[in-house]
């Protein structure tokens, strides 16, 4: 069974660029989060999709951050424009369902902003 | 809010010690309890879980029990591996109809084993 994928693996912008990462979970998974971890912290939760709703966004800047899940399957995360502090890696996380089941985590992108 | 505290790392321990990576947390109603590993180079995976007061999750040699009455979770291994180097998080996610599934990490613990 295929795990998560995520791409691209790294990424390195200047501030005030824009930039997106692509999430496709595993097949028939409902549910699909997006974390980010800074260096030296847990993942954080930034939005959660079921099937293609969002459940939670409430610690998603949305002032500068977007994310959509066309058709309920794949998943794109973008940055507009990009800060300093956006400099993290972002996790795409994939479940059959809500609740206290294994998420299971693809590789994560990489972003550095100079 | 609900939050998890691990204790600091790096921990260093050398091939065959026995480990203890501290655990705590703060939380409404019953919370499910989760700890994940990440290998050099790998991602995120699940290590262990116990959904309950007094459940004993375990996994290749670790152990955690949930205990409510000191609202912790920590994590053990009798005899650990080079193996097993590792950074190590603990999480939970909310019990009940809340549950939705989002889980709340902490800061994770780096674990070296040296032969």
């Known amino acids: 069974e295929a795990g998560v994928a995520q791409s691209p693996r790294y990424k390195i912008i200047e501030k005030r660029q824009s930039v997106a990462f692509w999430c496709n979970p595993i097949s028939g998974h409902a549910t699909l989060y997006w974390y980010q971890q800074i260096l030296g912290q847990g993942p954080k939760l930034l939005i959660q999709?079921?099937?293609?709703?969002?459940?939670?966004d409430s610690q998603l800047p949305k002032d500068r951050f977007s994310a959509e899940r066309l058709k309920g399957v794949d998943s794109t995360l973008k940055i507009q424009p990009a800060k300093l502090e956006d400099s993290a890696v972002y996790l795409c996380?994939?479940?059959?369902?809500?609740?206290?089941?294994?998420?299971?985590f693809g590789p994560g992108t990489r972003l550095t902003v100079t | 809010g609900n939050s998890v505290t691990q204790m600091e790392g790096p921990v260093t321990l050398s091939e065959e010690a026995f480990l203890t990576i501290n655990c705590t947390y703060t939380?409404?109603?019953?919370?499910?309890l989760f700890w994940y590993v990440q290998y050099p180079g790998e991602g995120l995976q699940l290590l262990l879980k116990a959904t309950k007061a007094d459940d004993k999750g375990s996994n290749k040699g670790f152990e955690a029990t949930y205990r409510k009455e000191t609202t912790s979770f920590h994590l053990e291994k009798g005899s650990v591996q080079v193996s097993d180097s590792a950074v190590y998080f603990c999480a939970l996610s909310e019990g009940g109809s809340s549950n939705t599934g989002k889980l709340i990490f902490g800061q994770g613990t780096t674990l070296q084993v040296k032969p």
């Open positions: 996380a994939s479940t059959p369902s809500g609740g206290a089941y294994e998420q299971y």
């Open positions: 939380a409404t109603g019953y919370p499910s």
């Open positions: 999709f079921q099937n293609n709703g969002v459940v939670d």
